[in-house]
């Protein structure tokens, strides 16, 4: 059974930095195909993808927040970390951890974790 | 703004069938990407409905379905019920952006 649990703060001040962590269990990251994305969704909004860490340690960003996103696994710990830099109040979100897998031309979501919803104010 | 873009709402009566367009462009759907589909239940995370175009993950009902031509997909939802009332998601694989893209959702409503 494949579930995952985003945790960190539930509020942070402007340009502050944001550290992320989802904790999963039921796979391994270092299985071959594998992924871990973050997601996250502001308030009455749609969904919006941030990064992929892929089994083999290679990384991908949302081109608009490549600059300030940083993404990494620690497989021994079952857990992969984002990190956001210079948060502003449009940054409010819930976001989510996701279990990534290969369809037949790209890979999709298909299991998610509950989401952190995190506020930026001062 | 979505690189895929989907209608803000649809809305049908109870055993009706909807659809649900997403259409993106060259450089997405129409380089062969797949296109999944995402349910979001009221204050839930969003749940995998159909993966690689028309594929159900165990346990989705056959009402619903996913096709994907040229440059759009779509997902349709036969005998609409009560409980298919949510946000719908399409995403894709864009390769001029160089990253994954979701549509800006459709909201279902059952009247």
């Known amino acids: 059974q494949i579930t995952l649990k985003e945790s960190g703060p539930t509020l942070v001040k402007p340009t502050q930095t944001l550290t992320l962590t989802c904790t999963f269990s039921?796979?391994?990251?270092?299985?071959?195909?594998?992924?871990v994305g973050w997601i996250r969704q502001p308030p009455g909004k749609a969904l919006e993808w941030l990064a992929l860490?892929?089994?083999?340690?290679?990384?991908r960003y949302s081109p608009s927040l490549k600059s300030r996103l940083t993404i990494s696994k620690d497989t021994s710990k079952n857990q992969v970390v984002l990190t956001m830099t210079n948060m502003d109040p449009v940054d409010t979100a819930t976001y989510y951890c996701?279990?990534?897998?290969?369809?037949?031309?790209?890979?999709?979501?298909?299991?998610w974790g509950q989401g952190t919803l995190v506020a930026v104010s001062s | 703004q979505s690189v895929l873009t989907q209608p803000p709402s649809v809305s049908g009566a109870p055993g009706q069938r909807v659809t649900i367009s997403c259409t993106g462009s060259?450089?997405?759907?129409?380089?062969?990407?797949?296109v999944h589909w995402y349910q979001q239940l009221p204050g839930t995370a969003p749940k995998v409905l159909i993966y690689s175009n028309n594929n159900r993950p165990s346990g989705v009902p056959d009402r619903f379905s996913g096709s994907r031509s040229g440059t759009s997909a779509s997902l349709a939802i036969t005998g609409l019920q009560a409980e298919d009332e949510a946000d719908y998601y399409c995403?894709?694989?864009?390769?001029?952006?160089?990253?994954?893209?979701f549509g800006a959702g459709t909201k279902v409503t059952v009247l």
């Open positions: 995403q894709s694989y864009d390769n001029s952006l160089s990253g994954y893209v």
């Open positions: 060259s450089s997405n759907i129409g380089a062969g990407y797949d």
């Open positions: 996701a279990h990534s897998t290969y369809g037949s031309q790209n890979y999709y979501f298909d299991y």
């Open positions: 860490i892929f089994w083999d340690d290679d990384k």
């Open positions: 039921g796979f391994s990251l270092s299985t071959i195909g594998v992924g």
